[in-house]
């Protein structure tokens, strides 16, 4: 072990993304995972900074964040759209926060990069050793979601294949198909070299399972967002509404099914987002409807319900209302297409369905609803399971194995050389238990 730490060269990660932190539509889970990847790494000692295309650093100190000062191109014109194919301000801004650093020791993690980075600012980043986090499938598929929103199915077709560009597969139309598919074409380009400098990091084994193939010839790893420790658990009150869903009010989040169930069986509602399916929650009786909660707000709002939904009907990388529902003391119904249901599988506390099947998902909820569901029992174990420790163990192994860079910071390293003491490896992370047989 020792021979192996002296092999290592010494390391320091930037951490970049589109946004970090932050609340609302314009921000979403994704935002949340990165700051709390930051807090994890820096907390264990690495050596981390972090850099936003756009938007503030979440309460990072001044010294370890920069802003490139860009916006969210989404809510642009025809001019946005050119420059989410390739922003050129995006490179340069980013070439000039890098420009000190050195490539060879330098690993960037690289988060969410379509709203505002860009392929032009990916070229950049390709001169340094990357861990390239997989919140959704936006890397080799064009709309993202790897998800026919025509067909209201997941998609089976190879990306960027003839039967891909022809596809009417993209939320918003055949136009902005194009204008994704042009900017995959230039991801490709920009983003062409050694696949030994970079490394994907997926969410769940579910969604490994599914990218996995997509990106033959890659290195692929699997890394669980971390659960930031919340107050300490206790029993929720009784719920004010039957069923909870937190999130995107978007179609391939399974809305429309989700608010045919509650109807057809007389069931509440606390639906708390934003998104194109707001008008039918307004219209439909025994829902109520909030935007966006704090993200300090939204263990409350989530034990006020029964049971929380995660009715995804894409492939979802994980899904973060699944582990804060189960860590607020409250049973979830999880879709088997999203990440997160290997948590119920793993740690009880609900149950799954299969999107695919129609009436489980109608059926799973009258029962839950019909005995009083049982939140999880493993609670420690799911917060040691899912601790910023062991996500930030994780990325500092996979930071040695990978690439030979030790993350600690040289503060760290020499207060370790004066005073050696034994430490837990990162390769043996919290006991928890085994997920039952398949």
Known sequence: MILERQRLRSGRVVLLSDYIGGEGPGSGGAG?????????????????????????????????????GGGDLRAGGAGDMLRAIWNPAAQVALAGELADADPDTTLIILHQWTRYLSPAALRVVGRFPAMIYMHDYFWPCPNGLYYDFQQAQPCTRRPMHA????????????????????????RQIATHGDPGRRLFLHLSEHAQRTAAPLLQGERHAILYNPLPLGEAWSPPPHP???????????????????????????????FVGEGALQPRLAQTRGITHHPWKPRNAMAAAMRSCGVVVLPSLWNETWGLIVPEAM????????????????????????????????????????????????????????????????????????????????LRDTARRVSARASPSPTASPESPPACPPPPPR
Not at 47 to 63: N, P, Q, W, Y
Not at 246 to 268: C, M, N, Q, W, Y
């Open 163 to 186: 039967a891909c560009l022809t596809a009417n597969c993209d939320r918003q139309g055949r136009v902005q198909k194009l204008g994704r598919v042009a900017r995959q074409a230039v």
């Open 327 to 406: 860590a607020a003391g409250v049973p979830v119904l999880v879709s088997q297409r999203a990440g997160s249901a290997e948590l119920v599988r793993r740690f009880g506390g609900g149950q799954t369905f299969d999107p695919g099947r129609p009436g489980d998902l109608a059926a799973k909820l009258t029962g839950m609803l019909g005995t009083p569901p049982v939140p999880t029992r493993q609670h420690d174990a799911l917060r040691a399971f899912l601790s910023p420790e062991r996500h930030a163990a994780r990325i500092m192994q996979l930071a040695e194995s990978q690439f030979g860079l030790d």
């Open 240 to 270: 004010r509404h039957d069923i909870g869903y937190f999130g995107r009010l978007e179609s391939d989040k399974g809305i429309a099914p989700l608010i045919d169930a509650i109807v057809a069986g007389g069931h509440t509602g606390l």
């Open 32 to 68: 949340h995972a990165a700051l709390d990847s930051y807090r994890a790494l820096r907390a264990a000692g690495a050596d981390v900074r972090a850099v936003a295309g756009f938007g503030g650093g979440g309460g990072i100190a001044a010294d370890r964040f920069a802003s490139l």
